[in-house]
């Protein structure tokens, strides 16, 4: 399956800790995405790392990517009660469009 | 720039009948994707137009179609629904430069369909 899988599938934290969500797949791979999803609506870009990056960054937000792998990390730094949320990762392999997995849902406690 | 629309938000319907869900992409995007989401499934890829053509199908019935016109604007079609199509349905709108291309995916906010 191309499908990317978000490990772990629930986490809650408290506010002002980091969250790390992990995602892996089994295909090679063009691209990787995160994105967040609030309760019942659409889901938003986050970050986009190409098969030849292996960190990028967006405010306290790092995504790593590690091919050899077939793995990649989204870290939430300094998490905040706005930051809960599910949280996908979706991957671009060859010409097919977004594999999304089944996402990683993120609580943090006031 | 006005972001990725959906209509109905939220739409109440019976077995057997028909439903048409309509997205506009942002201005610019040629690419729109379609995906239905529930608990169980997650998110699961329906289609792909670009420039009016399908580009790519996921693993769903005929009853599922769409279709995309000359201003990018998209319309997806379920005819003879069942109770397992209650569901969310998203729509994604991306600048695609070629045919080729999978970047960002705009998310439309999604219509909420109930099968009764």
């Known amino acids: 399956s191309q499908q990317g899988e978000e490990d772990p599938q629930a986490l809650s934290i408290q506010e002002g800790e980091n969250a790390t969500m992990n995602c892996s797949y089994k295909?090679?791979?063009?691209?990787l995405q995160w994105y967040r999803q609030n309760s019942g609506r659409g889901l938003v870009h986050l970050i986009l790392i190409r098969s030849n990056e292996r960190e990028k960054h967006s405010g306290r937000l790092r995504v790593t990517l590690d091919t050899s792998k077939k793995s990649s990390s989204l870290l939430i730094t300094a998490s905040r009660a706005a930051d809960t949320a599910s949280y996908f990762c979706a991957i671009i392999s060859g010409n097919t469009p977004l594999v999304f997995g089944k996402g990683t849902r993120l609580s943090v406690i006031a | 720039k006005a972001g990725v629309t959906q209509t109905p938000r939220y739409l109440i319907k019976t077995r057997g009948q028909q439903v048409t869900l309509s997205c506009s992409p942002i201005s610019g995007h040629r690419s729109v994707s379609w995906y239905q989401q529930t608990p169980g499934q997650g998110l699961q890829f329906l289609f792909e137009y670009f420039s009016e053509t399908q580009r790519n199908k996921g693993n769903f019935p005929g009853r599922f179609s769409g279709r995309q016109f000359s201003n990018s604007r998209s319309e997806m079609n379920v005819s003879t629904l069942e109770l397992g199509d209650s569901a969310l349905y998203l729509c994604?709108?991306?600048?695609?430069?070629?045919?080729?291309?999978?970047?960002?995916?705009?998310f439309g906010p999604g219509t909420r369909l109930t099968v009764l």
């Open positions: 295909t090679s791979i063009n691209n």
């Open positions: 994604a709108s991306s600048l695609a430069v070629n045919r080729g291309s999978y970047n960002e995916q705009f």
